[in-house]
């Protein structure tokens, strides 16, 4: 979990040597420091381009209770690509979730609240103008990290709940999804990427356009962090929601997606199957949301290709991520 430093300020710097232990905007984690091992509650506001999410734990510890966990599909981001800022009417479904959020904070008593924001608020040119617009409303303050930092804290996440993993953490969100290798509990090569699937409805040229931009940006991924990886760990609602699809093309007869594990032909699979099945029908099969759903096929091309580029012999489902790094 991410602790709060007492300076200001907009965005994280990149970091010239991410295989030193740099602490970045955060500083080190909560439960590194002596003085918030202490902390009864700790909270974290996630605002990203599809959901803003509070998150209230049980103390700052290496393996979290959570106490409280609400989110709110806001589509925050969805347009942003064609029109360069936040979609209007998910400005007012999420500035309303961080009213509730700030509420029940104070209800609470919180001591500790993080407020994160990632690529739909650091990419539109009204981000700043909402982050404005929250603090005031809220007495929230916004921290909008860059995507090398967003994909360390996911990595960080990971290796909470993981803490032998070794491969590379996939995050993906509405706008954008990040990389990173992890291995020997620690997180090494950072990147991010214009491959999140509010971006790609913005993609021109119909199936073909998608799939060649999908194959140009995964091959530059590959190109930037090398392809000798064994295991992929999806961090994501898009990749959680895929997963829950590969179960019910298996009949696998647990729920459960943390630490779901998936071969790569499963995979193949079950992208296929998506690609030839009623949306709506395997909506209503697995409870998904209808705004979540919607996503799910642009994100099967992306984790289609990252599979056949990367030759992966593993893809695990984390339910740990950017809150909990």
């Known amino acids: 979990m991410p602790k709060k430093t007492t300076e200001r300020r907009g965005k994280a710097k990149k970091h010239a040597n991410p295989a030193e ?3 970045a905007l955060f500083g080190r984690p909560l439960f590194d420091d002596p003085t918030t091992r202490a902390l009864e509650r700790v909270g974290v506001v996630d605002v990203g381009s599809n959901s803003v999410r509070l998150v209230v734990f049980d103390g700052a510890a ?32 999420a500035l309303a979730a961080l009213k509730r959020f700030a509420a029940l904070a104070k209800g609470m008593r919180l001591p500790s609240l993080t407020c994160v924001a990632t690529a739909a608020v650091r990419e539109a040119e009204d981000g700043p103008e909402f982050q404005a617009e929250v603090e005031r409303a809220t007495g ?41 290798e992890v291995s020997k509990g620690k997180v090494g090569r950072r990147i991010t990427s214009p491959l999140g699937p509010f971006r790609l409805q913005q993609i021109k040229g119909g199936k073909k356009g998608v799939a060649d931009f999908i194959r140009t940006e995964v091959e530059k991924l590959a190109s ?60 209503s099969k697995t409870g998904t949301s209808a705004a979540r759903m919607e996503l799910v096929p642009l994100a099967s091309q992306v984790l289609r290709q990252m599979v056949l580029t990367f030759h992966p012999k593993e893809i695990d489902v984390s339910s740990y991520g950017i809150r909990e790094g």
Request: charge should be neutral; include cysteine; hydrophobic fraction near 40%.
């Open 21 to 23: 232990d740099d602490i």
């Open 140 to 180: 929230l303050k916004l921290w909008v990290i860059d995507g090398q930092e967003e994909a360390r804290l996911s990595a960080q996440g990971v290796l909470l709940g993981w803490p032998e993993a070794e491969g590379l953490v996939c995050d993906i969100g509405g706008n954008s999804m990040e990389l990173a």
């Open 62 to 93: 290496r393996s979290p209770a959570y106490f409280y966990n609400e989110k709110v599909l806001a589509g925050l981001g969805q347009g942003l690509a064609k029109t360069g800022r936040l979609n209007p009417q998910g400005r007012i479904r």
């Open 224 to 283: 930037a962090v090398g392809t000798g990886h064994e295991r992929i760990y999806l961090v994501g609602g898009s990749w959680r929601a895929f997963a829950r699809l590969d179960m019910e093309r298996r009949k696998y007869p647990m729920t459960v997606l943390h630490e779901y594990r998936m071969g790569p032909q499963s995979v193949l699979q079950t992208v296929h199957w998506i690609a030839e099945n009623d949306l709506e029908a395997l909506r």
